[in-house]
T-cell receptor, first 112, second 114 residues
Framework: QQQVKQSPQSLIVQKGGISIINCAYE??????FPWYQQFPGKGPALLIA?????SEKKEGRFTISFNKSAKQFSLHIMDSQPGDSATYFC???????????FGAGTTVTVRA | NAGVMQNPRHLVRRRGQEARLRCSPM?????VYWYRQLPEEGLKFMVY????????ESGMPKERFSAEFPKEGPSILRIQQVVRGDSAAYFC????????????FGPGTRLTVT
């Protein structure tokens, strides 16, 4: 069973707009939540990550919001640019063996 | 400052042949993870290795698949007697070691079985 559920499957946003991707998890042992960005034909690149002791983390135009009680976290891409067009994956892991459980991915298209 | 290296980048095998995928972790990293990505799907964990040890192989198919990470040299994912369903992108990721959550991915090997 998929341990991390991601939505939407795809989204289209205008240049300068905000892209929002949501993820939910069931395993309460998860304590590390990264987001990866993947371009076609490339490997996933670590974008930003959060631990459950904070509710928000911001790096540049990318922000993770984390709701521990709801077991949900989301990625916000502010001022979206055409270069942000990619597939984004949320993931989660725990300190048992650090293996990542991935969401199914969201394809983001930013229209100029 | 080389990242995670994987080779070959593309591999074509006929049904029944063996596929051997290599992964060299980032310098200073001693932990390697292998993931498989089927078309239009997310990545699925296969196996977690440290030097000379398999730590977790819960995601590996029980037959035909094996992995190793020898004391010297790259980690190798071996698929024997490949079938069409093995066609996928195989990614390895490395991390510095126990206590480190961050994993850095290589460019992947795209396996096509004809």
């Amino acid at each position: 069973q998929q341990q991390v559920k991601q939505s939407p499957q795809s989204l289209i946003v205008q240049k300068g707009g905000i892209s929002i991707i949501n993820c939910a998890y069931e395993n309460t042992a998860f304590d590390y939540f990264p987001w990866y960005q993947q371009f076609p034909g490339k490997g996933p690149a670590l974008l930003i990550a959060i631990r459950p002791d904070v509710s928000e983390k911001k790096e540049g135009r990318f922000t993770i919001s984390f709701n521990k009680s709801a077991k949900q976290f989301s990625l916000h891409i502010m001022d979206s640019q055409p270069g942000d067009s990619a597939t984004y994956f949320c993931a989660a892991s725990d300190a048992n063996d650090y293996k990542l459980s991935f969401g199914a991915g969201t394809t983001v298209t930013v229209r100029a | 400052n080389a990242g995670v290296m994987q080779n070959p980048r593309h591999l074509v095998r006929r049904r029944g042949q063996e596929a051997r995928l290599r992964c060299s972790p980032m310098k200073g990293h001693s932990h390697v993870y292998w993931y498989r990505q089927l078309p239009e799907e997310g990545l699925k964990f296969m196996v977690y290795l440290q030097k000379e040890n398999i730590i977790d192989e819960s995601g590996m198919p029980k037959e035909r698949f094996s992995a190793e990470f020898p004391k010297e040299g790259p980690s190798i994912l071996r698929i024997q007697q490949v079938v069409r369903g093995d066609s996928a992108a195989y990614f390895c990721a490395s991390s510095p070691g126990t206590g480190s959550y961050e994993q850095y991915f290589g460019p992947g090997t795209r396996l096509t079985v004809t």
